[in-house]
């Protein structure tokens, strides 16, 4: 749907939260200056004139009036609360603009690991089982109910805060005395889960609002070979810093045919079941009977360049930055053809 014309007169805005202090935990979801610039060059490069880098602070409303923006390339991972996710596409909604990725209400779900896996259950969707901590000591015999290891972490952060190498437990002592500090640190629900004994992977899933099954996009799946000698490998914040952790494998070569069509398959239904659009990243294991277990999603994936795990399935898989990108930014460039094309008529 997209035309040279359209792209070229279209205010683009670039939406971020810069990154200051890479090691600063506060920060862990905020993007570097780097990828920032890469971003916007690409966009530039797909033939976008007139693009607007624009930090997603208190100054946003105001920034997005002034440069008269018709569609953002949202990247922002919002300010303070819960649902800081959705905090940029709803002022979009709020000004009628046009913006990349999940709605407001899709990334709400996606941000709150606990109601995105009650939503996944009533779709027969599977999900390591799970209790939940919310300050109040649990019984025992509710503890109990899960199967050691478990693994303890708070239920509204991403980029791994709050997942250290004491985040998973083997008995009801250590859970008691994890679950506590896990609760004092983060002042929020803390989702306890049993801890899936298998292999970890990551993949991408693409497309807009309007895509059936058969018409999203797959990037990947990578797959997470662990370097440590931890007992039971998880994504920890540290680990996440450094690519010395861990290696990776993309595109993965399962066993058989049906078993790559079952792990594309499990991908998409997660996709629609949680509302999103556009683009998501989706984290799985599979256990050793070979059952697929959703763990969670990232409805605003990382892209830095030859590090996120978006782009470097992508150009593992012969999908360049620029195909990525582009991608991503298309179907809301037709969302805004669209609404246009709809009000002059």
Known sequence: ???SSTITNLHVALVYNLKRNPHQEEEAE???QTTIDAILSTIIELGYKNVFP???DKNLVENLLKYQIDVVFNIAEGLEKRSRESQVPAICDLLDIEHTGSD???LAITHDKILAKRLLIQDNILTPKYIVYNGKSLPRETISSLRFPVIIKPSHEGSSKGIDNLSVVDTIEEFETVVVTKWKAFQQPILCEEYIVGQ????????DENSDLNDLQIIGPMEVSW???DKYPIYTYQYKLSLTYFSSTCPVKFDNEEQM???CMFAKRVFVSLGCRDVCRIDFRIDNEGSIYFLELNGIPGIAPNFSDLPVMANKCGISYKT???RILTPSVNRYIKKKLTKTQ
């Not at 970890?200 to 497309?207: K, N, P, S």
């Open 200 to 207: 970890e992977y990551t993949i991408a899933v693409l497309g």
């Open 1 to 3: 749907m997209e035309t």
């Open 324 to 326: 990525v990108i582009e």
């Open 54 to 56: 624009i930090e997603a």
């Open 30 to 32: 905020f993007d570097s």
């Open 104 to 106: 407001t209400t899709a």
């Open 227 to 229: 370097k440590t000698t």
């Open 261 to 263: 069509a079952n792990v």
